[in-house]
């Protein structure tokens, strides 16, 4: 049973489209976040929502728009793909702040 | 999010040997934590520490909560070949953010 699952492993894609990455958690947890991972494997928290309501949002271009459906559910849509957005993209998944989030296994996004 | 400052970047164990590392911040944190990330996975908690001063073991893993509050080691006794991979740092104040290290990659030396 994966405890936190993300759609797909790999993306590649021309600039300029749009994507979406999904992620799932069957955990119970009532907190979801994004993390991307760049090159030199650094990791940055992006978004994080707690039973649906968005409490982190950092500096990330408009382009990027999380939506939670419910809270196992957390996905992302990325607008107007540029080459600067590939990258590895981690869900995680948390009940409340407490540590020890879980990470899925992450997307490989490749913009060309 | 602070960026904490995690040495070294990068080493070379020999099995058998003990390696360690360590994060320090400019900020203090409430809870220090270390993952590890083998590759095409996502990181994974090793050790959690929640106090300062604190001294936790995980098996052949040992962390320690600097007094302080701004850093923290990792220690790894006498490695073994599945220890390579990348080993983050990650610090916690009371909101739901983790403050992550820029990795030590361990491989193994030939």
């Known amino acids: 049973d994966t405890a936190v699952s993300q759609t797909p492993k790999y993306l590649v894609t021309q600039m300029g489209n749009d994507k979406s990455i999904k992620c799932e958690q069957n955990?119970?947890?009532?907190?979801m976040y994004w993390y991307k991972q760049d090159s030199k494997k650094f990791l940055k928290i992006m978004f994080s929502?707690?039973?649906?309501?968005?409490?982190i949002n950092e500096t990330v271009p408009n382009r990027f728009s999380p939506k939670s459906p419910d809270k196992a559910h957390l996905n992302l849509h990325i607008n107007s793909l540029e080459l600067g957005d590939s990258a590895v993209y981690f869900c995680a998944s948390s009940q409340g702040g407490v540590v020890g989030y879980t990470f899925g296994s992450g997307t490989r996004l490749t913009v060309v | 999010g602070q960026q904490l400052n995690q040495s070294p970047q990068s080493m070379f164990i020999q099995e058998g040997e003990d390696v360690s590392m360590n994060c320090t911040s400019s900020s203090i944190f409430n809870t220090w934590l270390w993952y590890k990330q083998d590759p095409g996975e996502g990181p994974v908690l090793l050790i959690a520490l929640y106090k300062a001063g604190e001294l936790t073991s995980n098996g052949r893993l040992t962390a320690q909560f600097g007094i302080t509050r701004k850093d923290s080691f990792l220690n790894i006794s006498a490695s073994i070949p599945s220890d390579v991979g990348i080993y983050f740092c990650?610090?916690?104040?009371?909101?739901?953010?983790?403050?992550f290290g820029a990795g030590t990659t361990v491989t193994v030396r030939a």
């Open positions: 955990l119970g947890h009532d907190t």
């Open positions: 990650a610090g916690q104040l009371d909101d739901y953010k983790l403050s």
């Open positions: 929502y707690n039973n649906k309501e968005l409490i």
